[in-house]
């Protein structure tokens, strides 16, 4: 059977299991504490990073956007990428957005303060990188409401990689109950429309002991 | 004339260059002094980054990923993210490691704080920082050798956006002069054959007023 090795709240985790799901691909979800840098593990991946995909012949892709990338030559459909090439480059350039842009904006001020760093013990969270990140989201949010009011999804007609970059990113900032809503009914609607795709049921059933979600978190009425 | 507009030294702006460079793709270099937010470039793309490749249409492909798939799907002799799925996913993974592993442990610290901070103003360079990025990059060169040591280039048998991805972040920190040279063989002598090639002349006749390059820089015995 193939495998995802992951950690939880990881957007780059989040990103390859919609992609799976998306391409009806069946895997089984592998918890890798990465901390632990487990030997078996850095043979896998010497960068040490997740996720890894290891396919049903023990062949290993690793890495969010090479995992994407692959799945979508090598299960072709349906694409996540889009058919042509300029479609195709305005996916990657949302998919460089959410997952650069957004992710040191972003998520790294809130997931790395709040989670990452009090579950590995690393010290209290830094409330100025906090707010920093809580400020930001709102422009990500406007841009977003910007794009769907123009567009189907993100990068154009059909849903892409684009949105999965971009929901499995909030994903993460939803469940720590930080995305506010209440900055535009656009981009609220195109999450909730994300949020009900067969894709997401996975990642909306998530539950970190220790840290709930509120909750809204699962609920596709939000 | 297609044109990319790029920033000097920025390595991801060097990745564009080099792929062009290497299709044999006639471009002129447009200078964007991304600072200065001018309007028109935010339209060209509103992230506010460079590389920024503009076609002979008028078509604007943004950020340094998007362009070099792009340019990879739409000129495709020669290949240089390789032929088979898992050759590409292998490509993609070092694209990766140097984009965003080697660019976080070193480029940011010696680049950042010795060009970008001085050169904007933004105060004096963290020597901490510094220092840091000075031993990452070992291990960094290591790996190099690791790799080369069992391939003809990084990713196999193929030079490919590995190598350049690879080589440009470290043509930016050689620029500085802060390549230790002396770890390893192999990818001292890796970087001596991607710098022979044409694709690289017009990076390493780079020269910023007021930064010189040190002598070896250009040196294609270095």
């Given at each position: 059977?193939?495998?995802?090795?992951?950690?939880?709240?990881?957007?780059?985790?989040?990103?390859?299991?919609?992609?799976?799901?998306?391409?009806?691909?069946?895997?089984?979800?592998?918890?890798?504490?990465?901390?632990?840098?487990?030997?078996g593990?850095?043979?896998?991946?010497?960068?040490?990073?997740?996720?890894?995909?290891?396919?049903?012949?023990?062949?290993?892709?690793?890495?969010?956007?090479?995992?994407?990338?692959?799945?979508d030559e090598?299960y072709?459909?349906?694409?996540?990428?889009?058919?042509?090439?300029?479609?195709?480059?305005?996916?990657?350039?949302?998919?460089?957005?959410?997952?650069?842009?957004?992710?040191?904006?972003?998520?790294?001020?809130?997931?790395?303060?709040?989670?990452?760093?009090?579950?590995?013990?690393?010290?209290?969270?830094?409330?100025?990188?906090?707010?920093?990140g809580?400020?930001?989201?709102r422009t990500?949010?406007?841009?977003?409401?910007?794009?769907?009011?123009?567009?189907?999804?993100?990068?154009?007609?059909?849903f892409s990689?684009?949105?999965?970059?971009?929901?499995?990113?909030?994903?993460?900032?939803?469940?720590?109950?930080?995305?506010?809503?209440?900055?535009?009914?656009?981009?609220?609607?195109?999450y909730?429309?994300?949020?009900?795709?067969?894709?997401?049921?996975?990642?909306?059933?998530?539950?970190?002991?220790?840290?709930?979600p509120?909750?809204?978190?699962?609920?596709?009425?939000?």
């Open positions: 059977m193939r495998k995802l090795y992951h950690i939880w709240l990881s957007p780059t985790c989040r990103v390859a299991r919609l992609a799976l799901a998306e391409k009806k691909l069946e895997f089984d979800l592998v918890l890798e504490k990465v901390w632990e840098r487990r030997e593990f850095l043979v896998l991946n010497p960068s040490g990073n997740v996720p890894i995909l290891e396919e049903s012949d023990g062949s290993i892709v690793s890495e969010c956007i090479p995992i994407c990338e692959y799945l090598v072709q459909s349906p694409t996540l990428y889009g058919e042509d090439p300029r479609a195709r480059a305005e996916v990657r350039r949302l998919v460089a957005w959410f997952g650069e842009k957004f992710d040191t904006e972003v998520t790294r001020h809130i997931y790395g303060e709040k989670f990452v760093k009090r579950f590995l013990q690393r010290g209290e969270p830094n409330s100025t990188a906090m707010r920093a809580l400020t930001n989201i990500h949010l406007e841009y977003i409401a910007y794009l769907v009011d123009r567009r189907s999804w993100l990068a154009g007609d059909q990689m684009g949105d999965i970059m971009a929901a499995a990113q909030i994903s993460v900032i939803d469940y720590f109950g930080d995305v506010p809503w209440d900055v535009s009914n656009s981009s609220k609607d195109w909730a429309r994300v949020k009900s795709r067969p894709s997401f049921r996975s990642v909306l059933t998530d539950y970190i002991a220790g840290f709930p509120p909750k809204h978190y699962a609920d596709l009425d939000f």
